[in-house]
């Protein structure tokens, strides 16, 4: 029900764009949904790092804070994340999921920054 996609290998300063798309949900039920992306690093536990409220008010975690930009587009069913200004320190598999009664994980994208 969860499709990550945008992911890949970019050098440090870079910039990618993330998608998500929750399937299977229409529009009266995806619209109030809580969504967040998190991201898991080798060895490291699952993180939240951006998230966006039904009423589109979002919160970052300090380490992406000026550098990520977390959206959604209700109609699609789709929530985003810009980042840019990459580091090798972001290079993790990126998930969205819902912050309240998550549904079950997608399989992430990856996403590597290195030189």
């Known amino acids: 029900r969860l499709v990550e996609s945008g992911g890949g290998a970019v050098q440090p300063g870079g910039s990618l764009r993330l998608s998500c798309l929750v399937s299977?949900?229409?529009?009266?039920?995806?619209?109030?949904?809580?969504m967040g992306w998190y991201r898991q690093a080798p060895g490291k536990q699952r993180e939240l790092v951006a998230d966006i409220t039904s009423d589109r008010t979002t919160t970052y975690a300090d380490s992406v804070k000026g550098r990520f930009i977390i959206s959604r587009d209700n109609s699609q069913k789709k929530v985003y994340l810009q980042m840019n200004n990459l580091r090798p320190d972001d290079t993790a598999v990126y998930y969205c999921n819902k912050l309240s009664q998550p549904l079950p994980w997608g399989q992430g994208t990856q996403v590597t920054v290195s030189s």
């Open positions: 299977r949900a229409i529009f009266s039920t995806f619209s109030p949904f809580h």
